[in-house]
């Protein structure tokens, strides 16, 4: 593990951490997960340290169970553990790079618990409004209990202020409620953009929509820019 720092990127489904995430790994000092073949190429997938949001429920709800949300003070914390993850999620990463970067949504509950692992990783949070989060993900599972979808939202979100009077670097953007203005600016046809967002993860990643999208065009380079300056990739 020495020689390379590690980044988690961490927001609830549907905030835009998958496209975050693919813009941050384009970086040449940055390696990220890709044709993993788990949903959205999350590390949560990818390893038996700890419990997959599934377990808890999964989009919407892994929130609710205490036992997502992992802090310095879990009994998984051990040079064990760090030694594990660190064995299951490296062939997925290019290690000839200096950052090595793991994406998953319930990371949101586990940046200290990540942080004590790897003392001086850097975290990048992504909020977004509840309503883009919380629609999408009901359509996703098939309910219309928006409430504690918006719930589970203010829940994940209260821990993560707490957690983050703890982390030594975390870098937290906010996602626009909506993406119209950039998209806009980009000629992309908005409807189409939102049709795709509403799929599940492992359909999105077959979507020539988002994937044909590119850097210049993403909402979200802005983010990644602000993300990489945060991590001293780039100068202001």
């Known amino acids: 593990m020495e020689g390379h720092q590690f980044v988690f990127l961490a927001g609830l489904h549907r ?3 998958t496209l975050l995430a693919r813009l941050l790994a384009a970086h040449p000092e940055i390696s990220g997960f890709s044709e993993t073949g788990v949903p959205a190429d999350e590390g949560q997938h990818l390893q038996s340290v700890y419990p997959a949001a599934k377990e808890y429920g999964g989009p919407g709800r892994f929130g609710f169970a205490p036992e997502s949300h992992l802090t310095e003070d879990s009994p998984l914390v051990s040079e064990e553990s760090a030694r594990k993850l660190f064995e299951e999620w490296s062939p997925q990463w290019d290690r000839s790079r200096p950052l090595l970067l793991e994406k998953s949504p319930p990371n949101l509950l ?11 990783s850097a975290f990048v949070v992504i909020i977004r409004h509840p309503i883009p989060v919380s629609i999408p993900t009901a359509r996703w599972r098939g309910t219309r209990r928006y409430d504690r979808l918006f719930e589970h939202w203010l829940r994940c979100h209260a821990l993560f202020e707490e957690d983050r009077k703890h982390l030594g670097r975390a870098h ?6 909506g993406l119209g203005v950039v998209l806009a600016e980009a000629g992309i046809d908005e409807d189409r953009v939102r049709s795709a967002e509403d799929q599940p993860d492992e359909e999105v990643e077959r979507d020539s929509i988002v994937r044909g999208l590119t850097v210049e065009e993403l909402a979200g380079r802005r983010v990644a820019l602000a993300a990489l300056q945060s991590i001293d990739l780039v100068h202001a």
Not at 110 to 120: D, E, H, N, V, Y
Not at 172 to 177: F, L
């Open 110 to 120: 586990k940046t200290r618990f990540l942080q004590a692992l790897f003392p001086g």
């Open 172 to 177: 937290v953007a906010a996602k626009p409620s």
């Open 15 to 17: 905030s835009g951490t």
